[in-house]
């Protein structure tokens, strides 16, 4: 079932409230935070806990995509690689079909960065169903843990060892203070608890930092049973210009995150989620030419009560 609410707010204030749309399952949706004149709220439910928000606002311009999943209802997240080891580039709704052959898909974005030689290897760590495809780095990791809790924080492989990626030693690795079921990279951190970090116009470099970009980011909110995956189209005028560290770091505040990581953006950025009628629907605008880009990881939710260890 489909709903749209419209709503009309003053510059001074955010207030993304749904309305008739607001349930148990989808939080109301308020800051006074983030100052910008936002026109136009739609949501739609896309599984059991799960709403996709789209928000659009001429202040940016921004066109904003907002995967909102509770995790209390049986959803989790997955990281998603399309290969058995770390090579290989796929289109972000390419691994979300992949992966609907043998898990009940409801969507996902891209992840992390990734080289372009060798293709489609992630800068960060990449495990998946347990099993370390990239070592940890100092670049912070969104994680879930056994227990299907999320995380953003850096890992190190337990006991100081430093294995490369393709070392066949890694499929036996462990990481340290704990083992992730799942994570994937990103950077920088943009908030802890509740508090945009002090670095924010220069993580990265200035000009990655403060150069409008299209952006995507996850944020963990509501003491660790939410996510918030976010992508903000860009490179797009008049449609959507994209965000600067600094203002997607306030978006992420706004929409209630306590915890923030951006991920890979760009021509990278994507969200898919599962349609009844059209399959796997890629749901911004992508800002390359040729529509998606190939990507070196991704992040999907899935339908599934406490993943296994």
Not at 30 to 50: E, M, P, Y
Request: with cysteine; proline share 7%; net charge positive.
């Amino acid at each position: 079932m489909r709903t749209r609410c419209t709503i009309q707010y003053a510059v001074s204030l955010l207030a993304l409230v749904v309305g008739g749309c607001a349930s148990r399952s989808f939080p109301l949706l308020t800051t006074s935070s983030f100052a910008f004149a936002t026109d136009t709220l739609r949501t739609r439910r896309v599984g059991d806990g799960v709403a996709h928000h789209f928000i659009y606002s001429p202040a940016g311009p921004w066109a904003i995509h907002v995967l909102d999943v509770n995790l209390a209802r049986c959803n989790t997240a997955v990281a998603v690689k399309g290969a058995s080891g770390a090579e290989g580039r796929m289109l972000t709704s390419d691994l979300m079909r992949d992966l609907a052959r043998t898990r009940d898909v409801v969507g996902g974005v891209n992840a992390d960065f990734f080289l372009f030689t060798p293709p489609g290897v992630p800068t960060g760590a990449l495990v998946s169903g347990g099993r370390v495809i990239t070592p940890p780095s100092a670049a912070p990791v969104f994680a879930m843990d056994s227990a299907g809790i999320p995380h953003i924080r850096t890992f190190t492989l337990r006991g100081g060892a430093k294995l490369a990626v393709g070392d066949p030693a890694l499929a036996n690795a462990s990481f340290a203070p704990f083992h992730p079921l799942e994570a994937v990279g990103g950077r920088p951190v943009m908030a802890r608890d509740s508090t945009m970090v002090a670095n924010i116009d220069s993580a990265g470099g200035v000009a990655f930092s403060t150069t409008r970009h299209p952006r995507t980011a996850i944020g963990i909110a509501n003491n660790r049973t939410r996510l918030l995956l976010v992508v903000v189209d860009g490179r797009q005028k008049p449609y959507s210009d994209g965000m600067t560290l600094r203002e997607l770091a306030s978006l992420m505040l706004a929409l209630g995150a306590r915890d923030a990581l951006n991920l890979d953006g760009g021509g990278s950025t994507t969200m898919v989620y599962a349609d009844s009628a059209r399959g796997m629907h890629v749901a911004n605008h992508p800002s390359d030419p040729a529509g998606e880009r190939p990507v070196g990881d991704a992040l999907a939710i899935v339908r599934g009560c406490k993943p296994a260890p």
